[in-house]
């Protein structure tokens, strides 16, 4: 499959509350989800895949880098595969979502290590079902049917740390996450880690974690806090919280690194973005159960992967920034440096 990036087009997102419901309950009173449609099962010999997004496909983070990868599938190989999905989904309704789509398909691809709990739970029910887990605990044991894929971000926020403190004229940056969890704090570590690399007298203040991925104003308070600390340059893993990281930046002269996906550099807040591309992990599991090949193993992506998947574009004209980003990716995809 090509896993070059595709244009987004618009779609309706369903409701949560329409789209997670009690296995074989039937909707009222709203639409049939993605969800709905998998389960009632009519793709004929096509290979059934349902996609768990339990944050939002246009948070211009994780979930939309998955969502573009879904979009390739639906794009390429719509003549072997349906698919179906669904997003927003609250936390105490994940497991009823698994449910629902182990029910209909024959591939479950969960995004988040925030589901991590969840589809464990799940999977053993369905030991026909394959599960995918996209972004879980570096250090997840698979089961019979459960794959662990790690994109490992920690890598990519090594060399967002990198441009940040090289690129920095105060010699102090700082990293923002979402939520708490494993990967965010493996994350956090290795952007201090990228920042001594770039820059080896720099700052690096202690990370902030908002508690979500998708609260602007949040993120705008902890952006603000750390440049009125004096970090001039910040990285991030907040999603929709980075609208309100791009508000601190302009209110302070100050710059931040953006990513999952790639922007536009003529934004001078920004040294550069971040590119993880985790729909290129939904392809991969596609690919695998479609050619036979597909196991319940761990999976990495990444600069130290065959696989692929993270790169960083640059804005910054500097040299000296491009120079360490040059040495910072070599030493990575080589083993000499280790993220964290």
Request: net charge negative; charged share 20%; proline share 5%.
């Amino acid at each position: 499959m090509n896993h070059s990036s595709s244009p987004r087009r618009a779609r309706v997102a369903v409701p949560a509350a329409c789209a997670v419901v009690a296995l074989g309950a039937m909707l009222t009173g709203c639409g049939s989800s993605d969800a709905d449609s998998a389960a009632s099962g009519s793709s004929g010999d096509k290979l059934k895949v349902g996609v768990f997004f339990p944050g939002s496909i246009s948070d211009t983070g994780f979930m939309e880098s998955g969502y573009l990868g879904y979009e390739r599938i639906e794009k390429e190989l719509g003549d072997k595969v349906e698919l179906s999905h669904v997003e927003q989904v609250a936390a105490a309704d994940y497991q009823q979502a698994l449910v629902r789509f182990a029910t209909g398909n024959d591939l479950v691809i969960s995004l988040g290590g925030q589901t991590d709990a969840d589809v464990r739970k799940v999977a053993p029910q369905f030991p026909d079902v394959k599960f995918v887990e996209i972004g879980g605990p570096a250090d997840a044991v698979p089961l019979p049917n459960l794959a662990y894929y790690d994109p490992q971000q920690a890598e990519a926020e090594f060399l967002s740390g990198t441009v940040t403190a090289s690129g920095s004229k105060s010699g102090s940056v700082a990293f923002i996450g979402g939520v708490e969890l494993p990967a965010i704090v493996n994350a956090a570590k290795a952007f201090g880690n990228g920042a001594a690399f770039g820059r080896p007298d720099a700052k690096v203040l202690t990370p902030q974690y908002l508690g979500d991925f998708n609260d602007p104003a949040k993120a705008k308070q902890a952006a603000l806090a750390d440049y009125g600390a004096g970090a001039d340059a910040l990285g991030q893993i907040v999603n929709l919280g980075k609208a309100g990281m791009e508000q601190a930046a302009g209110q302070s002269g100050a710059a931040m690194v953006g990513g999952p996906i790639p922007g536009d550099c003529t934004d001078k807040a920004y040294l550069g973005y971040v590119h993880t591309d985790i729909g290129k992990e939904l392809e991969y599991a596609v690919d695998a159960v479609l050619d036979g090949s597909w196991k319940a193993e761990n999976v990495r992506f990444g600069l130290t992967s065959p696989n692929g998947g993270t790169d960083f574009v640059l804005c910054s004209t500097d040299p000296v920034v491009a120079a360490k980003l040059g040495e910072a990716k070599a030493g990575l995809a080589s083993g000499a440096i280790t993220a964290y």
